[in-house]
């Protein structure tokens, strides 16, 4: 069965860093892309950046880039997002997910989550 | 971006009733739209993709449909375990944006 699992999330001052890791198993990592989607406390899903499952093509939501920077290392199954200049706003549950980009039958379109990791921005 | 607008953001129904989402987006999407159902303290599970297919395991009681920038998901007859919250998702084109959500509760 394929999985992905979240981990890193903690609570950080504002302006400070934190990296999140997505490590997945039962599934060929580097064949498929993985985004990373937020949900604000008591609110809904926010889609923050996607990668592509070789690495060179990457994409973010307005509200992050330039902030968060996302990577892969598929030797670990792993996907990331490092995240610099925190603000309270970036206070989260973050999902990692599976991303259909240039999947033209959708089948592959966020069809697998992670349980998520909580990062609190707060001093 | 391409916003997607859901409605209703709340509603309440019976068990055995048949239910209703609609999401619009502001733009084409190519029917790549996904449904997502959301219970407290849990992950997203994906119920729908490309408009109108059953993600595998999902009840058929469940079922999408739409073109162009309107799409909805019903329910036909609710079960106690469909109480949640409802998201459409569009990703035909990156940003991909979720509608605000649908949170449906027992009457």
């Known amino acids: 069965e394929a999985q992905l699992l979240e981990s890193g999330g903690g609570l950080v001052q504002p302006g400070g860093s934190l990296r999140l890791s997505c490590t997945a198993s039962?599934?060929?990592?580097?064949?498929?892309?993985i985004s990373w989607v937020r949900q604000a406390p008591g609110k809904g899903l926010e889609w923050v950046s996607g990668l592509s499952g070789s690495g060179d093509t990457t994409y973010y939501a307005d509200s992050v880039k330039g902030r968060f920077t996302i990577s892969r290392d598929n030797s670990k199954s792993t996907l990331y997002l490092q995240m610099n200049s925190l603000r309270a706003e970036d206070t989260a549950i973050y999902y990692c997910?599976?991303?259909?980009?240039?999947?033209?039958?959708?089948?592959?379109?966020?069809?697998?989550w992670g349980r998520g990791t909580t990062v609190t921005v707060s001093s | 971006d391409i916003q997607m607008t859901q409605s209703p953001s709340a509603m309440s129904a019976s068990v055995g009733d048949r239910v209703t989402i609609t999401c619009r987006a502001s733009q084409g999407v190519n029917n790549y739209i996904a449904w997502l159902q959301q219970k407290p303290g849990e992950a997203p599970k994906r119920l729908i993709y490309?408009?109108?297919r059953l993600h595998s395991g999902v009840p058929s009681r469940f079922s999408g449909s739409g073109s162009g920038t309107k799409f909805t998901l019903t329910i036909s007859s609710l079960q106690p375990e469909d109480f949640a919250t409802y998201y459409c998702l569009q990703h035909s084109v990156d940003p991909y944006t979720f509608g605000q959500g649908t949170k449906l509760e027992i009457k």
């Open positions: 490309s408009t109108s």
């Open positions: 997910a599976k991303d259909p980009l240039y999947d033209p039958t959708g089948k592959n379109a966020f069809d697998i």
């Open positions: 039962g599934l060929t990592f580097r064949q498929y892309p």
